[in-house]
């Protein structure tokens, strides 16, 4: 499958701060993303998505930008709370290709009161 | 919204017997199911793309002997990991897309862990 990475493997952030979790893609064909929050032993929970059609999109607390031209996202956590501590996936799909996503490395964010 | 259940959440079984892992799409018909492999401290690895009422897509490397994957109704698929060993123990988690071209949002269920001893 299409390779998608993470740059930091672990994230620690103060509560009330701003966090960004960095992904980085590979193939320059994918054309949809998205960031999924894992917390321990559950199953992954949609975030946020983004078209290729687009480099920023805004949801509640959270930001997805994404650099075509870099092959990066972000995602942006705004005034982060204890509840936002879990691990942060990245997810690129190829549209024409078929409905596989393909998930990066995940980064583990704590949030430390 | 979408909802995707899987069961059991966690099954532990000995070496050698085969497990039934079931996914379901609670209030929406998926057409195609997906499911994961995912080790501690690791990402999830798509293992096949279920496809209501044909074969499932195996991706490289993914022992489709090993791992059967039946998707019999547009609500549930099933993966059965044949005689398991220790290695196969892990936390199988499938998913769903809701929605016809152009959603693209997978619901994943909450996963199942797999022991075998």
């Known amino acids: 499958g299409e390779s998608v990475g993470l740059h930091l493997p672990t994230l620690s952030v103060q509560e009330g701060d701003n966090s960004i979790i960095n992904c980085a893609y590979s193939?320059?064909?994918?054309?949809?993303f998205i960031w999924y929050k894992q917390e321990s032993g559950k199953g992954p929970q949609f975030i946020i998505d983004?078209?290729?059609?687009?480099d920023k999109r805004q949801g509640q607390r959270v930001t997805v930008l994404l650099n075509k031209t870099v092959k990066h996202l972000s995602l942006q956590i705004a005034a982060t709370q204890p509840g936002d501590s879990a691990v942060y996936f990245c997810a690129e799909n190829t549209g024409n290709t078929g409905n596989q996503f393909y998930f990066g490395t995940g980064t583990s964010l704590t949030v430390i009161p | 919204g979408a909802v995707v259940s899987q069961h059991p959440s966690w099954v532990i079984c000995k070496s050698g017997t085969s497990v039934k892992i079931e996914c379901r799409s609670l209030?929406?018909?998926?057409?195609?199911m997906f499911w994961y492999r995912q080790f501690p401290k690791q990402s999830l690895m798509l293992m096949a793309t279920?496809?209501?009422?044909?074969?499932?897509?195996?991706e490289q490397g993914v022992e489709k002997d090993k791992f059967l994957i039946n998707h019999a109704s547009l609500t549930l698929s099933t993966l059965t990991v044949t005689s398991a060993h220790p290695e196969d123990s892990s936390f199988y988690i499938c998913?769903?897309?809701?929605?016809?071209?152009?959603?693209?949002?997978?619901?994943f269920g909450a996963g199942s862990r797999l022991t075998v001893l």
């Open positions: 209030d929406f018909q998926a057409t195609t």
């Open positions: 279920s496809n209501e009422g044909s074969k499932a897509t195996y």
């Open positions: 998913s769903a897309r809701e929605g016809g071209a152009g959603a693209n949002v997978l619901t």
């Open positions: 983004i078209r290729s059609n687009m």
């Open positions: 193939n320059s064909a994918s054309d949809y």
